[in-house]
């Protein structure tokens, strides 16, 4: 199957245009929804909007009705529009699409404004098919930080009866299915001390330092999420993990620390252990570091934030999502990764959920973050077999 060259510098235009809104997580992704949203209403397809609670972030879903219902599921192309943020080395600008040795740089290329880009790209012929089943285009925000977006949309299409159908999660996969993944719990824990003059700690409550005691507990508890790994696990590594991302707190040298904030993440394999993690170290704060910190300053407290939880990726024996790709790419191969996504959310609903997308997941999140130009082109003939599957 080839694809007429033409789409293929459409993807490639939109996805140049869509890499120059620095959409960050937690950022403003408005300009973009609203890019994105022209495009699909200048097609006559219907969308709604969904935003958070400050009105600067917005989900963006659209539906393009079938021509001819014959009952089949419908299908759902699904991305975030959210990117990591940047840090120094890059070689060229990073939200400035740059082409070289047909490779395209540009912070979110692969991860994943690609698919999006493919999805806009792809939607006029879409329009001008007898399609027997709907499409709807899923475009989230803040993915990156614990999928704090999609549950918003998600409660919204309950209430708009949208729970079936075959959702295609499009993040960077090489085109290949994945169809496990684990679950995604950030938190921020705050810590609330005494401060004082350094050459006396014993007057202070010193934040940091029961911080620092914090994560040395969160180490102990990775280690028994390894003898807690189950039989035959799947992922890769086959337990759940514990990673700490970051630590601040502290003004100066000479002054007791009274605040510091502890960021951290679990990856559980089921929710056994997310609740073992959780319990343990709540336990560990309100048996020992509290009472401690309490016996000299009775204000001091250890808060700790739930940032997101995301449910993960279930693999099943069986999955029309899985098939129906499948019997377009001709590769029945399946795969779970350990990173997260959105599908858990979805297929929490009832839909029938895959993840496969153009791009590398190895490219994502790092500096000169590229896309392969074929990888476009890819997906762009995957959609015409998806069209293909749904005409009339």
């Known amino acids: 199957m080839r694809i007429d060259n033409n789409l293929h510098e459409k993807s490639i235009k939109i996805l140049t245009d869509l890499i120059s809104f620095k959409t960050i997580s937690g ?3 408005s300009e973009l929804i609203d890019y994105c949203e022209k495009i699909l209403n200048d097609l006559n397809i219907e969308t709604f909007k969904v935003f958070d609670d400050e009105k600067k972030r917005v989900n963006l879903f659209g ?12 299908i759902i192309l699904s991305g975030h529009t959210d990117v990591v943020p940047v840090s120094k080395g890059w070689s060229t600008d990073p939200f400035k699409a740059t082409i070289i040795n047909k490779k395209l740089y540009g912070r979110g290329s692969c991860d ?10 792809y939607a006029p012929i879409l329009t001008k098919s007898n399609l027997d089943r709907d499409f709807h285009f899923c475009y989230t925000f803040d993915e990156e930080t614990a999928c704090i977006g999609a549950p918003l949309l998600i409660k919204e299409l309950k209430k708009r009866n949208i729970k079936n159908g075959i959702c295609i999660v499009g993040e960077p996969t090489k085109m290949k299915i994945i169809d496990g993944h684990k679950g995604m719990n950030e938190y921020t824990t705050h810590f609330g001390g005494l401060a004082g003059h350094s050459s006396k700690p014993q007057e202070g409550v010193n934040a940091i330092e029961y911080a620092s005691r914090y994560i040395n507990k969160l180490l102990e508890i990775r280690q028994e999420l390894v003898k807690r790994a189950p039989k035959n696990c799947i992922f890769d590594p086959p337990h759940s993990t514990i990673s700490v991302g970051g630590i601040s707190g502290g003004i100066a040298h000479n002054v007791v620390a009274d605040k510091c904030k502890v960021e951290w993440e679990t990856r559980p394999v089921n929710d056994s252990d997310s609740n073992f993690v959780n319990k343990e170290i709540e336990k560990f704060v309100n048996d020992e570091l509290l009472p401690e910190m309490r016996k000299v300053f009775p204000m001091s407290y250890i808060k700790k934030e739930v940032i997101g939880e995301v449910i993960g990726f279930e693999k099943l024996n069986e999955s029309e999502a899985c098939e129906f790709v499948a019997s377009i790419t001709g590769d029945n191969s399946r795969k779970v990764v350990s990173f997260g996504t959105e599908a858990g959310l979805f297929q929490e609903i009832g839909m029938s959920t895959v993840v496969c997308g153009p791009g590398s997941i190895e490219q994502a999140h790092k500096i000169d973050e590229f896309i392969e130009l074929d990888e476009l082109k890819k997906c762009l003939i995957f959609l015409e077999g998806v069209k ?5």
């Open 27 to 29: 950022s403003d992704n």
């Open 63 to 74: 539906t393009l009705k079938a021509k001819k219902p014959n009952g089949k599921k419908p």
């Open 112 to 121: 994943m404004k690609g698919f999006i880009a493919c999805t806009l790209a």
């Open 388 to 392: 293909n599957k749904s005409i009339i």
